[in-house]
């Protein structure tokens, strides 16, 4: 599962530098970034960004509404299965893992994980972030969703040969990450993930289930990237369906007992 999980990273990382390459040579059937895509006649755009543009501009656009009935979709039958096989920021995530790894620089995981004081914060930026752009006008947060400013950076530095100042938020974010807190965007800031967060049902959709004698040996947990615990937290908000815990269950091998399930 995990290479085709890495397949799908690598994939969405291409259309990143692939479109805006593609559009300077003049082809437009694809076009745009990850915040708003059309290929063809079909506009999919990142939710985050629609409902943003609704309350700066206190105007509901039905056309962006219907641009966003994809990713929801997908979210609902699926998960949050933007976050682990497409996010670019994800994807560097594990890549920072890995060097990290290999310079033996160890990551502070904090064991005794609060779930909900982790939705209490994420969900309090993404409200105090509508109000703020409600009353002042101020896009802030695109400004703190990483694959926004990845995406739109990406077309900045492709197509102009400069980035603007988003980059910045983006470093410190990365510093906060590898220094301070573990997958401190994708646990507590990305509002992209949050708002996606929404249309997760804990009893509908796809989700990961266990069943039968667990041998506790806890690989499980340890491997998770968002520290859950896959038996507890797997239909919550927070997993991202990455199937890193049903990959690392050493259990599975004798008997099925961590796997996804459509419910
Ligand atoms: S939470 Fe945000 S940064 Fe993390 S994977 Fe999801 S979209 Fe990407
Ligand atoms: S619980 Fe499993 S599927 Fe969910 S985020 Fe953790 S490792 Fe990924």
């Known amino acids: 599962m995990q290479k085709i999980r890495k397949i799908s990273q690598l994939f969405f990382l291409l259309l990143i530098v692939g479109i805006p390459i593609l559009n300077l040579i003049e082809i437009y059937f694809i076009n745009g970034s990850f915040i708003s895509l059309t290929v063809g006649d079909l506009a999919i755009s990142d939710p985050l960004a629609v409902f943003q543009a609704i309350f700066l501009s206190h105007k509901i656009v039905p056309l962006m509404l219907i641009s966003i009935l994809i990713p929801i979709l997908i979210v609902i039958l699926f998960g949050r299965v933007w976050c682990s096989y497409a996010c670019p920021y994800f994807l560097m995530t594990e890549f920072i893992d890995k060097i990290k790894l290999k310079l033996n620089i160890k990551s502070v995981r904090n064991k005794n994980i609060n779930t909900n004081k982790q939705n209490i914060i994420r969900y309090g930026l993404l409200v105090i972030g509508f109000i703020v752009i409600g009353i ?28 603007t100042s988003e980059v910045i938020i983006l470093l410190l974010i990365i510093i906060v990450e590898i220094f301070f807190i573990y997958r401190f965007a994708c646990r507590y800031l990305c509002p992209t993930g949050t708002l996606l967060s929404l249309f997760q049902f804990k009893n509908f959709g796809l989700k990961v289930e266990h069943i039968g004698s667990c041998s506790e040996c806890k690989a499980c947990i340890k491997e998770c990237p968002l520290m859950l615990d896959p038996k507890i937290d797997g239909n919550s908000k927070q997993c991202n369906n990455c199937g890193i815990c049903v990959d690392s269950c050493k259990d ?9 399930k459509m419910k």
């Open 136 to 163: 002042l006008g101020v896009p802030l947060l695109y400004l703190i969703s990483p694959p926004s400013v990845i995406s739109t950076q990406m077309i900045m530095i492709i197509k102009h040969l400069t980035f």
């Open 252 to 260: 599975n091998l004798k008997q099925k007992t961590l796997f996804f």
